[in-house]
């Protein structure tokens, strides 16, 4: 016979149970008391295989599970039917599992799972007694329920016992077999490897020493597994990565009890596992998927409780940050206003959180620690992220306020380009700074887009107050130039002479020159590009110009007012300007001559603003036309319709009308086409011609006494309505002409020479009391009194 152990039990020695465990998992022998009443069982997966959740919440509320904290372990048996497993339990742990009746005969006793926890055994023990494995009841075809029982254990317990018969050791078709199939078939589905102590325990062992049983029990499993199909993974994956395999023997309990009581009361073993999660949350949860027959690819029962077991931590650390009074009041804080040393006390909130996760989670599954850290980790900073983003909104607000006063105060010492530069950068780093305070260690935000926001908002108000700046500096200049044109313009036009528009010229392109030169030197100040410059410094030429038109325009609007004091004060003062002592000898008509002349002077200087330097006959046309009129008799019998001072009469103007009034040389071969039966028409009725040129004088005359294009030129709508109000009277005008030429008496050749020479000095103060003057908008006409 075999040396025996201690207390005779034969080859179970503390040798045996050293590897019976994970490695750092401590393993404790006590001695079983008595059967207690207090053991408390309960059915937890039913024959049908439903999972009792109500008895399950009941059993834990009884044993107090709750209360055992991080020490429980799981040890659950599986074996043929009728082998002895209940009775195994009931002897090794002071579980009251119900034993089947020998004097009643061989028949099922155990339907399910049934679960309860060891008697006077700590730490706390928790143990499963699976149905047993090829009975009658379920038939031959039948192993749905061994083979998802089977996985159930082996994915929840710490040990697994396996009990067999000592006889069928070395038998090819002994009965543990197909379970050992079962066995190693739903660990497969497990898929990833994983160690789980499997302890074989040799029932009813004959003389045979268990020496000699073991090698051929290895032997035989070692077979089993070389020829259970596995995935592709896991061709190669020896036995030995997946189980821990030990192996024990008893003595036959009906033939030799009392053996068999003394074994297994010398050497009782229990299992402390340091676990992370109650028992009824993943068995649950396991029995499910198993039920389901999914996919499996469960972990081990320890990394499933510290799974949900970290998580409920996190979620607790979670929802104390929720409450804590620091970060709320750091919360609310940072909502108005910027806080000092937020990075820090935000950081220290956050290390104090997750230091006391990392403490209560200590003794868990390290990578399953890991990851639900993480993910708390990420939560938390979900949850601070805003409180954040507020700190940095007001270090963005605080440094632009900064930037936008010391900007200020910069361009007044400084140039605005260097001012610019230098704030810009001195206030970035400013706010690289503020974002470093406000950094939180447990994060690497980059605050890089609030950073652009910032430079974005900066130059933003560069550009604002650039343009302010460059906008005071243009109207500065053209103040300067306004006064430096105005005046002198004024007196070089009120002196009227042919160097008036030279004078004007010159002055304006010194004073252009000058205040150009000046604008120039300031606008380097502010590092503009050359197209900007050259923009703005035709913009103050313009403006120049402007000013010397306007000037012009003004005093062209008094023109009549200025020609009538300079014929006042010519004709009433001498070439002393002494006024005159009338004695009746002067030559009144040529002094009344030069009077005009002046008097024209003054109105072909302000009739054109000459300030491109060309050459113009306007002097010459107003001379011509007032004062040089020829006294033909033709002439003044002729109704002088057009204006001889309208600017449609003007050679250059008129050309430029005529040229623009013609369509293009398309339109004109179009009308020919398109009008030749209207052409035909004409052509066959020459009545037709007569009509149209009729109209077309009258259309003509119309025209150019209403100046049209003049009138349009404002405007559609000003047009219309200066053409409505001017076009009955010019009507009338032409026909009381044309009636009153025809009603006057033809009269001797020297009175209408005389009447043609008061028609021409007639003006102002030197006129006949029969002389009549009629004005109208198209210029003053000059008409003789019926003769009587």
Not at 266 to 293: D, P
Request: hydrophobic residues 40%; contains cysteine; glycine residues 4%.
């Amino acid at each position: 016979m075999a040396s025996q152990g201690l207390c005779g039990m034969d080859g179970f020695s503390i040798a045996h149970l050293d590897n019976l465990y994970l490695k750092s998992i401590p393993v404790f022998f006590f001695f079983r008391k008595e059967m207690d009443e207090d053991c408390c069982s309960t059915q937890l997966i039913d024959g049908d295989g439903a999972f009792n959740v109500a008895g399950i919440k009941h059993f834990i509320k009884t044993v107090k599970l709750a209360e055992c904290g991080l020490s429980y372990a799981v040890v659950s048996i599986m074996g043929p039917q009728s082998s002895g497993k209940s009775t195994l339990l009931n002897h090794l742990f002071g579980t009251n599992f119900r034993e089947m009746d020998a004097f009643r005969g061989r028949s099922q006793t155990t339907k399910g799972i049934w679960l309860a926890r060891c008697a006077d055994i700590e730490p706390c023990t928790i143990v499963m007694d699976l149905e047993g494995t090829d009975g009658r009841e379920r038939g031959e075809d039948d192993t749905t329920f061994e083979k998802q029982s089977a996985l159930f254990a082996l994915a929840v317990s710490d040990i697994v016992l396996i009990n067999m018969w000592c006889h069928d050791i070395g038998r090819e078709q002994a009965a543990n077999k197909p379970l050992l199939k079962t066995v190693f078939q739903v660990m497969m589905r497990l898929f990833s490897p994983r160690k789980t102590t499997l302890l074989f325990v040799i029932r009813d062992k004959t003389k045979t020493p268990l020496e000699s049983l073991e090698p051929i029990l290895r032997e035989d499993i070692q077979k089993i597994w070389d020829n259970v199909p596995k995935p592709q993974a896991h061709k190669e994956t020896a036995l030995s990565e997946f189980f821990n395999v030990q192996v024990v023997a008893l003595s036959s309990y009906e033939e030799k009890e009392e053996q068999f009581k003394e074994q297994v009361s010398c050497h009782i073993m229990t299992i402390h596992k340091l676990t992370e999660l109650r028992f009824s949350f993943s068995a649950l949860q396991i029995w499910e998927v198993i039920k389901e027959n999914k996919d499996l690819d469960l972990p081990a029962h320890k990394v499933m409780v510290a799974t949900v077991r970290c998580e409920e931590i996190a979620n607790e650390k979670l929802a104390f940050i929720n409450a804590d009074e620091e970060w709320l009041q750091l919360e609310k804080a940072v909502q108005h206003d910027l806080v000092p040393g937020f990075g820090k006390k935000l950081s220290a909130i956050l290390d104090k959180c997750l230091s006391g996760y990392d403490m209560e989670v200590i003794y868990f599954d390290e990578s399953v620690r890991t990851s639900k850290r993480q993910e708390l980790e990420t939560k938390l900073l979900q949850l601070v992220n805003p409180a954040y983003q507020s700190m940095l909104g007001h270090i963005r607000e605080k440094t632009l306020n900064d930037f936008k006063e010391a900007l200020d105060k910069a361009i007044e010492r400084e140039g605005f380009a260097v001012a610019v530069d230098d704030c810009t950068q001195s206030f970035l780093l400013k706010f690289d700074k503020g974002c470093e305070d406000a950094a939180i260690e447990q994060a690497r935000w980059d605050p890089s887009k609030v950073r652009e926001k910032l430079r974005r908002d900066i130059d933003v108000y560069v550009t604002s107050v650039r343009a302010a700046k460059l906008s005071e500096l243009t109207t500065l200049y053209e103040g300067q130039l306004n006064r430096a044109l105005s005046e002198p313009v004024e007196a070089l036009l009120d002196a009227a002479s042919d160097d008036t528009w030279p004078a004007i010229r010159e002055l304006l392109q010194r004073e252009t020159k000058s205040a150009i030169s000046r604008f120039s030197s300031t606008l380097l100040a502010f590092d503009l590009d050359q197209a900007t410059v050259d923009k703005m410094i035709l913009q103050v030429e313009e403006y120049a110009k402007s000013v010397v038109e306007s000037k012009a325009k003004e005093e062209a609007g008094r023109v009549l007012i200025r020609m009538k004091d300079r014929f006042s004060t010519l004709f009433s003062h001498d070439v002393d300007s002494m006024p005159r002592i009338w004695t009746g000898k002067e030559d009144i008509k040529a002094i009344t001559k030069t009077a005009r002349s002046a008097s024209l002077k003054l109105m072909s200087v302000m009739t054109v603003i000459r300030l491109d330097d060309k050459n113009d006959k306007i002097e010459n046309a107003l001379s011509v036309s007032l004062m040089d009129a020829s006294d033909s008799g033709g002439s003044s019998r002729s109704i002088q319709i057009l204006d001889p001072l309208a600017s449609s009469s003007w050679e250059e103007e008129a050309n430029k009308r005529n040229n623009s009034m013609l369509p293009p040389p398309w339109a004109i071969v179009a009308i020919l086409i398109l009008g030749f039966n209207e052409f035909m028409i004409l052509l066959r009725n020459p009545l037709y011609l007569v009509v149209i040129f009729v109209i077309f004088l009258v259309g003509k005359a119309l025209w150019v006494q209403l100046d049209i294009s003049g009138v349009f030129s404002n405007g559609a709508l000003p047009g219309l309505l200066s053409l409505s109000t001017r076009f009955l009277p010019t009507v009338m005008n032409i026909l009381k002409r044309l009636a009153d030429e025809g009603q006057r008496p033809a009269a001797p050749e020297h009175n209408r020479n005389q009447e043609l020479e008061t028609k021409r000095f007639r003006n102002g103060t030197h006129s006949n009391s029969s002389s009549n003057i009629t004005s109208s908008e198209s210029g003053i006409e000059y008409s003789s009194p019926p003769t009587q």
